[in-house]
């Protein structure tokens, strides 16, 4: 059966909307997964991982992912209300926080050791390939998007997935979904990746194949559980590499 394709301007309203559905969405996301232990601690009951503490450390982590959410927010609806200079504008002001975002994903990532947050099934230092393995395909998705920001539809994709990459794992991970054993962590860790449905539905509609850039974020989303997963199964011994790495445990 073929897909129907929507005529162009239908397309551009509808794609409009669609964006700014899915920012609002991938917020939703977030504070379903992290209300209990972050936004809404000591409001409402905690789910089976709470926070054991919040140091400053994850509390700047904290404010940070939550501004970078704020932002892709404020970039969808800038477009939707057409105020394309604003977007150029904040867009640069994004880039360069996403570039300190990536300081604080690994600090937080080493530090957590001495909290020991991880859950039942692993170690502190194992657990830290988690946070880590996100590290580079978030920074080749936001640099990808940047580099084409002249081309719209690859760069809301790259940008779109960069979001989903932040929140698949953290945020769901959370969630009182499956028990807190391997195979219930891998479980939740795949589930992340249907975050990406919408966004393939969106594709085979408005273009009747899925977009390359889709692709591309799809596929860094992955490899970001690959890792981890092959940590675990295969009791690869990442801790003894893990124990070397700059700022471990401070």
């Given at each position: 059966m073929?897909?129907?394709?929507?005529?162009?301007?239908?397309?551009?309203?509808?794609?409009?909307?669609?964006?700014?559905?899915?920012?609002?969405?991938?917020?939703?996301?977030?504070?379903?997964?992290?209300?209990?232990?972050f936004?809404?601690?000591?409001?409402?009951?905690?789910?089976?991982?709470?926070?054991?503490?919040?140091?400053?450390?994850?509390?700047?982590?904290?404010?940070?992912?939550?501004?970078?959410?704020?932002?892709?927010?404020a970039?969808?609806?800038?477009?939707?209300?057409?105020?394309?200079?604003?977007?150029?504008?904040?867009?640069?002001?994004?880039?360069?926080?996403?570039?300190?975002?990536?300081?604080?994903?690994?600090?937080?990532?080493?530090?957590?050791?001495?909290?020991?947050?991880?859950?039942?099934?692993?170690?502190?230092l194992?657990?830290?390939?988690?946070?880590?393995?996100?590290?580079?395909?978030?920074?080749?998705?936001?640099?990808?998007?940047?580099?084409?920001?002249?081309?719209?539809?690859?760069?809301?994709?790259?940008?779109?997935?960069?979001a989903?990459?932040?929140?698949?794992?953290?945020?769901?991970?959370?969630?009182?979904?499956?028990?807190?054993?391997?195979?219930?962590?891998?479980?939740?860790?795949?589930?992340?990746?249907?975050?990406?449905?919408?966004?393939?539905?969106?594709?085979?509609?408005?273009?009747?194949?899925?977009?390359?850039?889709?692709?591309?974020?799809?596929?860094?989303a992955?490899?970001?559980?690959?890792?981890?997963?092959?940590?675990?199964?295969?009791?690869?011994?990442?801790?003894?590499?893990?124990?070397?790495?700059?700022?471990?445990?401070a």
């Amino acid at each position: 059966m073929a897909t129907i394709i929507a005529p162009p301007v239908d397309r551009k309203a509808s794609e409009r909307k669609f964006y700014s559905r899915m920012a609002l969405f991938l917020v939703f996301v977030v504070l379903l997964g992290f209300g209990p232990s972050f936004y809404l601690r000591d409001i409402v009951p905690s789910y089976p991982r709470p926070n054991p503490t919040l140091p400053p450390a994850v509390i700047l982590h904290g404010a940070v992912f939550t501004i970078w959410m704020a932002l892709i927010i404020a970039q969808t609806q800038l477009i939707a209300a057409r105020k394309h200079q604003v977007h150029m504008r904040l867009g640069i002001a994004g880039m360069l926080f996403a570039i300190v975002m990536i300081p604080v994903m690994y600090l937080t990532a080493v530090w957590q050791v001495v909290r020991a947050n991880q859950p039942p099934f692993t170690d502190p230092l194992t657990w830290t390939i988690v946070p880590l393995a996100v590290i580079i395909p978030f920074a080749a998705l936001v640099w990808g998007g940047w580099a084409n920001r002249r081309n719209v539809q690859t760069h809301k994709r790259l940008m779109l997935s960069a979001a989903i990459l932040v929140v698949m794992g953290p945020a769901i991970g959370r969630l009182p979904i499956a028990p807190p054993v391997l195979a219930g962590f891998t479980v939740q860790l795949l589930l992340g990746l249907a975050l990406f449905v919408p966004l393939l539905i969106w594709d085979r509609r408005s273009l009747g194949h899925v977009h390359p850039a889709t692709k591309f974020g799809f596929g860094m989303a992955a490899i970001s559980i690959a890792i981890p997963l092959a940590v675990f199964w295969g009791n690869l011994p990442w801790a003894r590499l893990a124990a070397h790495l700059p700022g471990i445990g401070a």
